[in-house]
T-cell receptor, first 107, second 112 residues
Framework: KNEVEQSPQNLTAQEGEFITINCSYSVGISALHWLQQHPGGGIVSLFMLSSGKKKHGRLIATINIQEKHSSLHITASHPRDSAVYICAPITGNQFYFGTGTSLTVIP | DGGITQSPKYLFRKEGQNVTLSCEQNLNHDAMYWYRQDPGQGLRLIYYSQIVNDFQKGDIAEGYSVSREKKESFPLTVTSAQKNPTAFYLC???????????FGPGTRLLVL
């Protein structure tokens, strides 16, 4: 049983496109973490949010706690955005990790 | 510079050997975590520690051991009891449980 489902699993976009990655979860959560994993394996925290919307540069994350759904948007995508994006809902002190969405942005 | 470091970047192990992966942080974080990542799977929690001298098993602790003698350090030993140790291992830390986690660069372990 998967507590976290991400879609799509793989995504290819042309540079400049608007990108949306979706995350649905089945557990009750206190917050949700969006992570970015680079091709070399390193992971960077993008957002931690528990309600509404957060924006950082070209990245926007939204969450609907009632619908158990979060989205990560990338505006004006660039080849350097190519990475795996991982959704991680949090219950208390436990993180549940999705399998990630692999994004490739083509110049 | 504050951060979290892991060493080595690549590690080769012969069957039957124990190996220890290093994780150090200078962020003054109380909580530290070890995860394993396999292709096509999400991160899985091996062990975590919320405070010095205390640690708890995660979802896949069998074949692994840890220690937390210092706040800055949380080494992971992969023992010979771990039958399928080839994976990418990630260490993370956070101010406290449920807070934003900061990840190290990872160690790739390969069994020869």
């Amino acid at each position: 049983k998967n507590e976290v489902e991400q879609s799509p699993q793989n995504l290819t976009a042309q540079e400049g496109e608007f990108i949306t990655i979706n995350c649905s979860y089945s557990v009750g959560i206190s917050a949700l973490h969006w992570l970015q994993q680079h091709p070399g394996g390193g992971i960077v925290s993008l957002f931690m949010l528990s309600s509404g919307k957060k924006k950082h540069g070209r990245l926007i994350a939204t969450i609907n706690i009632q619908e158990k759904h979060s989205s990560l948007h990338i505006t004006a995508s660039h080849p350097r955005d190519s990475a795996v994006y991982i959704c991680a809902p949090i219950t208390g002190n436990q993180f549940y990790f999705g399998t990630g969405t692999s994004l490739t942005v083509i110049p | 510079d504050g951060g979290i470091t892991q060493s080595p970047k690549y590690l080769f192990r012969k069957e039957g050997q124990n190996v220890t992966l290093s994780c150090e942080q200078n962020l003054n974080h109380d909580a530290m975590y070890w995860y394993r990542q396999d292709p096509g799977q999400g991160l899985r929690l091996i062990y975590y520690s919320q405070i010095v001298n205390d640690f708890q098993k995660g979802d896949i602790a069998e074949g692994y051991s840890v220690s937390r003698e210092k706040k800055e350090s949380f080494p992971l030993t992969v023992t010979s009891a771990q039958k399928n140790p080839t994976a990418f291992y990630l260490c993370a830390s956070s101010i406290g449980p449920g807070e934003t986690q900061y990840f190290g660069p990872g160690t790739r372990l390969l069994v020869l």
